[in-house]
């Protein structure tokens, strides 16, 4: 794959990497995702256009997000021999993914009898126009060669777990080919169109040497509500011509690019690598709505049910609350209007308040199963306690909530439910915690923390401090609200018996750093065998099995699946000194598998902080490369887990504003202390914050920080002095 300044190319075709470029090559709009694969490919090779928020359930099997029918089916033959890049002889094949204007584009030259058969396609899902999938696809020869083209909607798609909709209707109005569909569980409505310029569904060619037959379709693919007066939405967007519908998808890039555009001078692969992960983040969130979030593997795939796990909040939207304060606000929201499944979730497992999904859907109920890993020596499914004990997920929904309005200085979501979900939170950790009163404090115990490898452990860290992290922000919540609202904050206190909580944040137990400075991870955590990450892997019997749960090989161990301890000190990295994040850092990283893509952007941030910038390097890159390279778990057990993984993504962001930009926030005061790597020329990034565009640029010569408008005394510091700007 070549790699250049705003693109990445394939430049031959590989079967063997059909699966991977399906995920490397993702066009998105965050209303849909549309795999890297070519067209004349079927549900093997895993085409999938993903919908953003439709779920649905086949019998008994998981219930995972929906695929539509593949608008951009387009198969073609010459004298009779069918041109696929999968059985006939290429002579010169080129994928070329553009991340500046979210566009796919290949060229295939094929043998084909004698001739040689060009196929060029471009295609692009509109950020202007979020139902519209675009296509421009070409067939040229350099004889006389008699073409056959067919292109259709095909409804025989790929799905991990069953089908998901029936056909209703299928017909024909006014040049629209018209799809009918709803999915089985909830009857959800899908109209797909389909407008072909140029061309039929069907289409003999008797081409010229060197002609070109080009066509463009254009597809609208509406779901849910959305189908209500669709038709004469589809017809006003294709009133307009391909030419005009890409310049207004290219304009919408040229926007989010000058608002979140990270640039590093003195390092090309490190430029493209956090831009591939912006583009990642910019194609996958959901720009108009605020019923979903963003999937685990965005929009690449059925993966993980197409669900939203922590890693929105904690990995993903920071970069959104510093670049698009509304994008981010429908995140925050998600939440809230998901609050009812977290309700019900907690009262299942006998608990107070909101529990919310380890893996949420459209209702926030957990969607996550007790049984999510098939052992690989008996074929069964393992139970895990992903779903019952991960409890940390309901204090990542509130940091996501607290953090949005403390960098945009926008609280106005805690009138609109925000204030109640953070109450529902606390109790439920409230009703969580076992108070011992030998030892006068509150404990939390039966957890698992990030490290997914032991599980049912007591006081783990991360877990601890994030409970404690969702009484601190509920408190500045409350104050905001008595301040700014009293009747709305009499109310509130009227419904609520807030001294419930007395004593709970005092009380609660935060495992702290020992006499080498070492935070244990949970209770127990040292006394468990001290193995090296080698040492352990040799104990592997069958590739793929399992290492944590209860039989699994790292439970027993010090290994840990991915950054946990280290975690904590990157979310509160304010809170901890150099030299404890130092002895931390050197302690858990021998021992961390970073077996999740989660992992290596911890360890990258707290290692830019603490001037390890050779260490803090490599974590940066690993974590912004795992789309690139595709270096990163295909299975767990024997679940498939492949697709993108915009937590990394996230995480780069993260490692590359908060590790070599050194940015860092209290409440009201935001500092910037950059830490270069020592090859790079220069570092700038943009940091929306309390509503002021900032233009960060940093050298190793200093920093300068602009702002797009009068900053009416915001407080920003540089090295913790006072900037003036
Ligand atoms: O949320 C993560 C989890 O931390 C590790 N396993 C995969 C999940 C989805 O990315």
């Given at each position: 794959m070549q790699i250049g300044t705003w693109n990445i190319?394939?430049?031959?075709?590989?079967?063997?990497?059909?699966?991977?470029?399906?995920?490397?090559?993702?066009?998105?709009?965050?209303?849909?995702?549309?795999?890297?694969?070519?067209?004349?490919?079927?549900?093997?090779?895993?085409?999938?256009?993903?919908?953003?928020?439709?779920?649905?359930?086949?019998?008994?099997?998981?219930?995972?997000?929906?695929?539509?029918?593949?608008?951009?089916?387009?198969?073609?033959?010459?004298?009779?021999?069918?041109?696929?890049?999968?059985?006939?002889?290429?002579?010169?094949?080129?994928?070329?993914?553009?991340?500046?204007?979210?566009?796919?584009?290949?060229?295939?030259?094929?043998?084909?009898?004698?001739?040689?058969?060009?196929?060029?396609?471009?295609?692009?899902?509109?950020?202007k126009r979020e139902n519209l999938a675009a296509i421009k696809f070409s067939v040229s020869s350099d004889t006389d060669t008699n073409v056959h083209v067919s292109t259709c909607?095909?409804?025989?798609?790929?799905?991990?777990?069953?089908?998901?909709?029936?056909?209703?209707?299928?017909?024909?109005?006014?040049?629209?080919?018209?799809?009918?569909?709803?999915?089985?569980?909830?009857?959800?409505?899908?109209?797909?169109?389909e407008y072909i310029v140029g061309a039929e569904n069907e289409t003999e060619v008797a081409l010229k040497a060197d002609e070109k037959f080009e066509f463009v379709k254009l597809c609208g693919i509406y779901w849910?509500?959305?189908?209500?007066?669709?038709?004469?939405?589809?017809?006003?967007i294709i009133s307009e011509d391909y030419a005009t519908l890409l310049a207004e998808h290219k304009a919408v890039w040229a926007d989010i690019w000058a608002n979140s555009d990270v640039r590093i001078d003195g390092d090309e692969e490190a430029q493209f690598a956090?831009?591939?992960?912006?583009?990642?983040?910019?194609?996958?969130?959901?720009?108009?709505?605020?019923?979903?979030?963003?999937?685990?593997?965005?929009?690449?795939?059925?993966?993980?049910?197409?669900?939203?796990?922590w890693d929105t909040e904690m990995f993903m939207m920071p970069f959104f609350s510093f670049t698009d304060t509304t994008l981010c606000k429908n995140l925050a929201k998600y939440r809230i209007n998901t609050i009812e499944g977290a309700k019900r979730k907690a009262k299942e497992f006998g608990f107070e308040g909101a529990f919310y999904a380890w893996e949420s859907q459209e209702s926030g109920d957990d969607a996550c199963t007790l049984f999510n890993i098939t052992d690989v020596f008996t074929n069964r499914p393992m139970r895990t306690h992903f779903k019952d004990k991960q409890i940390h997920i309901s204090a990542d929904a509130v940091y996501g909530l607290w953090e949005y309005c403390?960098?945009?200085?926008?609280?106005?979501?805690?009138?609109?439910?925000?204030?109640?979900?953070?109450?529902?939170?606390?109790?439920?950790?409230?009703?969580?915690?076992?108070?011992?009163?030998?030892?006068?404090?509150?404990?939390?115990?039966?957890?698992?923390?990030?490290?997914?490898?032991?599980?049912?452990?007591?006081?783990?860290?991360?877990?601890?401090?994030?409970?404690?992290?969702?009484?601190?922000?509920?408190?500045?919540?409350?104050?905001?609200?008595?301040?700014?609202?009293?009747?709305?904050?009499?109310?509130?206190?009227?419904?609520?018996?807030?001294?419930?909580?007395?004593?709970?944040?005092?009380?609660?137990?935060?495992?702290?750093?020992?006499?080498n400075g070492?935070?244990?991870?949970?209770?127990?955590?040292?006394?468990?065998?001290?193995?090296?990450?080698?040492?352990?892997?040799?104990?592997?019997?069958?590739?793929?099995?399992?290492?944590?749960?209860?039989?699994?090989?790292?439970?027993?161990?010090?290994?840990?699946?991915?950054?946990?301890?280290?975690?904590?000190?990157?979310?509160?990295?304010?809170?901890?000194?150099?030299?404890?994040?130092?002895?931390n850092w050197a302690y858990y990283e021998p021992y961390t598998e970073h077996g999740s893509s989660l992992s290596a952007c911890a360890y990258g941030i707290v290692a830019a902080g603490i001037g390890m910038p050779d260490w803090a390097?490599?974590?940066?890159?690993?974590?912004?490369?795992?789309?690139?390279?595709g270096d990163t778990k295909q299975y767990l057990g024997s679940l498939y887990i492949g697709g993108t993984h915009p937590a990394a993504n996230g995480g780069s962001w993260?490692?590359?504003?908060?590790?070599?930009?050194?940015?860092?926030?209290?409440?009201?005061?935001?500092?910037?202390?950059p830490k270069l790597p020592a090859h790079w020329d220069k570092l700038s990034f943009k940091l929306l914050w309390k509503g002021v565009r900032l233009t960060v640029c940093a050298t190793h010569n200093g920093t300068t920080i602009t702002a797009d408008k009068p900053t009416n005394g915001i407080c920003v510091t540089v090295n913790k002095e006072k900037y003036i700007f």
């Open positions: 190319e394939e430049n031959t075709f590989l079967k063997d990497k059909v699966e991977q470029n399906g995920s490397r090559f993702l066009i998105g709009n965050g209303y849909m995702g549309y795999r890297g694969t070519l067209e004349e490919f079927g549900k093997d090779e895993l085409v999938a256009l993903n919908m953003a928020g439709l779920f649905d359930k086949n019998g008994d099997l998981w219930r995972e997000s929906v695929n539509a029918p593949n608008p951009f089916c387009v198969k073609v033959s010459a004298n009779g021999e069918v041109l696929s890049a999968l059985t006939a002889s290429i002579g010169e094949h080129r994928q070329t993914l553009d991340i500046q204007n979210g566009i796919h584009s290949r060229k295939t030259v094929f043998n084909a009898s004698g001739a040689k058969v060009t196929v060029e396609a471009e295609r692009f899902l509109s950020m909607v095909d409804t025989d798609i790929w799905n991990i777990n069953g089908e998901h909709f029936t056909v209703l209707e299928q017909y024909s109005e006014a040049d629209v080919n018209v799809l009918k569909l709803q999915t089985n569980e909830n009857k959800t409505p899908i109209c797909v169109y849910g509500d959305g189908c209500e007066g669709s038709l004469d939405a589809f017809k006003a956090i831009r591939y992960s912006i583009y990642h983040l910019s194609s996958i969130v959901p720009r108009n709505t605020d019923k979903c979030s963003i999937p685990a593997r965005g929009l690449s795939g059925q993966v993980y049910k197409g669900a939203a796990f403390t960098v945009s200085g926008d609280y106005s979501l805690l009138f609109e439910g925000g204030l109640e979900m953070m109450y529902q939170c606390l109790l439920f950790f409230y009703s969580f915690a076992v108070y011992k009163p030998l030892k006068s404090r509150y404990e939390i115990l039966d957890v698992v923390g990030p490290d997914e490898y032991h599980e049912r452990v007591d006081n783990n860290a991360f877990t601890n401090k994030m409970a404690a992290y969702v009484a601190a922000a509920f408190d500045k919540a409350l104050d905001y609200v008595k301040n700014n609202d009293p009747a709305f904050f009499a109310a509130f206190a009227e419904k609520h018996d807030l001294s419930v909580f007395d004593g709970f944040v005092d009380k609660l137990y935060i495992p702290q750093p020992n006499e070492i935070i244990e991870q949970f209770d127990g955590y040292f006394r468990l065998e001290d193995i090296s990450l080698a040492a352990l892997k040799e104990r592997i019997i069958i590739p793929n099995e399992y290492l944590g749960g209860g039989n699994g090989l790292a439970t027993t161990t010090r290994i840990l699946k991915q950054a946990d301890v280290l975690m904590m000190l990157n979310v509160f990295r304010s809170q901890y000194s150099d030299e404890i994040k130092k002895a390097y490599k974590y940066f890159m690993k974590t912004a490369t795992v789309d690139l390279t993260n490692a590359a504003v908060f590790g070599f930009g050194g940015v860092s926030y209290t409440d009201d005061a935001l500092d910037v202390s």
